[in-house]
Structures are given as structure tokens and as C-alpha cells.
């Protein structure tokens, strides 16, 4: 059928056509959870308590379309971008059972019994293991991936399938380019004035910036998530789900790496004092945990799987790794940054109610995002847990 947004409706039926799970006679409701302009998403429900998601891609005109005009392809990528992570860590991914590319919709699993990590940290509930977790899911996807497993064409015909240039646009302009100059979508209070002259004016800073611009261009390593904040990660007792991979696109391995742990920082730094002692301690071993087992999956992986045989050499293995973490650090930054004062500021510090506290989380997270895109080429794990404890 040709395009169209789905009424709660015609949600209900797309949900019954492409599932099995509800079985004859069912009664089945709809309920809207979100639609942002962007996007829409039903839970539809039978009388018996089974549920699917419906998300569905809008075309109406948004606060985000009026910059970056998106086609309603971006429901493909994100799909697909579920679909092949899934195919390499089906334990960690939300499940899509059914894409339409005439509606744009795709048919997901039900994740009710999960909530995403940002809340599970805002009301203290503290999943463990979490680090280790998603430190194995972006080890295995990206190393699985990348040139030490997939052949020239077999990688650029990937690449070719996972072009997202619209989205990535966003990124360019976002993360690095948005910031560091006086741009109509920054969100600036009078208060951050003067640090963010220190920003526009720094060359020095610029310079790195735009380093890490050219390899979010220049390095496709391999296929990322695009968009791995604690707000995409669903979690209870048992599990660590991935959702929202509309971002995804080939680019370097340091951007998802460097986008999660921004995400661990910012909710480390945006605690309230009373929560701190307790939070802080969980935050700073989850940082440590991500980073220990994504390079230790990582490092086994290059050892035991590598196929081409230029990859295999132990220096190369152990100069990527290190790169990697340079590239980690670097693109931490940046988010840090961008969360604090670009277009959309993170949700964590949004929601702080204290504005004087919130002035000092704002800077607090600008002078650590300035450290490590700066000092990432001698930064060790070590001093940037340090660096954060203080």
C-alpha cells in the first residue's frame, strides 16, 4: 500500500498481518507512546496480554526537519542496522520481526518489561554489569564488521548499503562543527557565554576537532549504531537491549565507543550531591568495566579471528587497539560537548531543577570534554577514571 501514517487502526492491523504471536480472535488495543514528528511508535496489545511495537518513520515538517531535511529511508537503515547486529549478538538486540518499505514501519519485539538505562540510573536502580555488557555487544559488531574479518568488496558493498548520508550530516554539523562557532542551534545561556568564546576562539581545540571530523568521514571500520546514548539501551535483571539504530552508518569504531561512554560520564556528572557517593561509585566502574571488556573481547577477536593475513601481525593488532582508545576519548569529547551546549542537549541535564548545580555540571562537562579531546594521545584509562573522580 503507498505510504501513509498509520492510524492506532491500521497500527492494530499491520501488527496482526505480520505477526503470529496474537492468534485468532484476538482483541487487540492501541496505545500511542511517542510521536515526536520524527517518529511514531504504538504498543499494540491482545486480550491475552501479548504485545507488539509499531514504529513508523513521519514525514511532517519538525524542529529537527527545519535543519536537516531526512527522507523516511532512515527507517531501512535502522532495520537493517538491527537486523545485521542482531545476526552477530542476538542477545543484546531488540528484535525486528517485519519491515514495510512502502509504510516506512517496522514491527518490533515488546521490551515492556525493560526500561532504558537513563532511567534505571535517575532513580537509582543500578543494573549491574552493565560495562561488561556493552562493552561485549560493540566488540563483537564492530569487530565482525571490519577489515580483520570481511573482504575488500564484501566490506564496500556493505558500506554501500549502509550510506546514511542525510543522518551523518546531522552529526557533522552537531558534534563537530555546531559548537565551536556562534551557530543559531547551539542552546546558550548567558552564564556559558564565556566559556564558549574559549571554545570559538581556541585553534588549538579546533584543530583537534577537526581531526576527529575528517575520521568520522574518512574511516569506515566499521558498521556503528550511530546513536549510543543510555536512552537506547533497555534494560531489567536479566538483559541489556539495543534499540534506535537510525544513525547507523560505516564510520569509526571510537564514535559508538566514545558516544556510550559520554553517556556514562554526563550521568555521572549531573547527579545531584545528595545521590553522589553511591552513583559516582557505580558510574566509575562501569566506565572501567565498558572500556576493560570491550578491548579484552576485542583484542581475543583480532588474535583468533582475523582472516587477512596483513591483519594478523601482533605491533598492527596492538597499535589499532591503542588508536582506538585515542579515537574513544576524543569522540567522548566531542558528545560531551555537543550534549552540553548543541542542538538538544542531553536529557540528563535538562532535567536538573537546581540551575545554579546545573551551571556548574555544564561547566564541569565542557573543561572534561575539552581534557579529552585534547590530552587523548597520552590519556591512559587510568587517569581518566582519576581525572572524573575529581
Not at 3 to 27: I, N, R, V
Not at 141 to 148: A, E, L, M, R
Not at 168 to 182: R, S
Not at 243 to 252: D, L, M, V
Request: aromatic content about 10%; glycine content about 4%.
Amino acid at each position: 500500500m503507498p505510504y501513509q501514517a498509520l492510524t492506532p487502526k491500521e497500527a492494530a492491523l499491520f501488527a496482526d498481518k505480520h505477526s503470529d504471536l496474537f492468534g485468532d480472535h484476538s482483541q487487540l488495543t492501541t496505545e500511542l507512546l511517542k510521536n515526536d514528528g520524527m517518529n511514531q511508535v504504538f504498543r499494540v496489545k491482545n486480550n491475552r496480554g501479548t504485545s507488539l511495537i509499531v514504529k513508523q518513520a513521519l514525514p511532517a515538517p519538525s524542529a529537527f526537519t527545519q535543519h536537516w531535511p531526512v527522507s523516511l529511508n532512515r527507517a531501512q537503515i535502522e532495520a537493517d542496522v538491527l537486523k545485521h547486529h542482531a545476526k552477530i549478538c542476538p542477545d543484546y538486540l531488540v528484535e525486528v520481526l517485519f519491515y514495510d518499505a512502502q509504510l516506512f514501519a517496522l514491527l518490533l519485539e515488546d521490551l515492556s518489561d525493560c526500561i532504558s538505562l537513563r532511567t534505571t540510573i535517575a532513580t537509582g536502580v543500578l543494573p549491574q554489569d552493565t560495562g561488561m555488557h556493552l562493552g561485549r555487544y560493540l566488540a563483537n559488531t564492530c569487530f565482525y564488521s571490519s577489515d580483520f574479518v570481511l573482504t575488500g568488496p564484501v566490506k564496500k558493498a556493505r558500506q554501500l548499503q549502509f550510506s546514511n548520508p542525510e543522518l551523518c550530516l546531522v552529526i557533522e554539523d552537531l558534534v563537530f562543527t555546531d559548537p565551536y562557532c556562534n551557530h543559531e542551534r547551539n542552546s546558550l545561556s548567558f552564564a556559558q557565554r564565556p566559556q564558549m568564546q574559549e571554545l570559538w576562539f581556541n585553534e588549538t581545540l579546533q584543530a583537534e576537532v577537526a581531526q576527529l571530523k575528517a575520521g568520522y568521514l574518512a574511516k569506515p571500520q566499521a558498521l556503528l549504531h550511530g546513536d549510543l546514548h543510555c536512552g537506547n539501551v533497555l534494560v531489567n535483571h536479566q538483559q541489556h537491549k539495543i534499540i534506535g539504530a537510525e544513525f547507523g552508518c560505516y564510520g569509526p569504531i571510537g564514535f559508538d565507543t566514545g558516544t556510550f561512554l559520554a553517556s556514562l560520564i554526563l550521568n555521572l556528572l549531573t547527579q545531584q550531591p545528595a545521590r553522589e557517593a553511591t552513583l559516582r561509585h557505580y558510574l566509575l566502574s562501569q566506565i572501567e568495566l565498558f572500556w576493560q571488556e570491550f578491548s579484552a573481547v576485542f583484542s581475543t577477536l583480532m588474535q583468533k579471528q582475523t582472516t587477512d593475513q596483513s591483519f594478523q601481525n601482533a605491533s598492527y593488532q596492538q597499535w589499532y587497539l591503542q588508536q582506538l582508545w585515542q579515537d574513544t576519548l576524543g569522540y567522548a569529547g566531542c558528545e560531551l560537548i555537543r550534549r552540553t551546549i548543541g542542538w538538544a542537549p542531553a536529557e540528563e541535564l535538562r532535567q536538573l531543577k537546581n540551575e545554579a548545580f546545573k551551571q556548574q555540571a555544564q561547566q564541569q562537562i565542557l573543561v572534561l570534554g575539552q581534557k579529552l579531546i585534547t590530552e587523548r594521545q597520552q590519556m591512559t584509562l587510568q587517569d581518566l577514571l582519576s581525572t572524573i573522580a575529581q
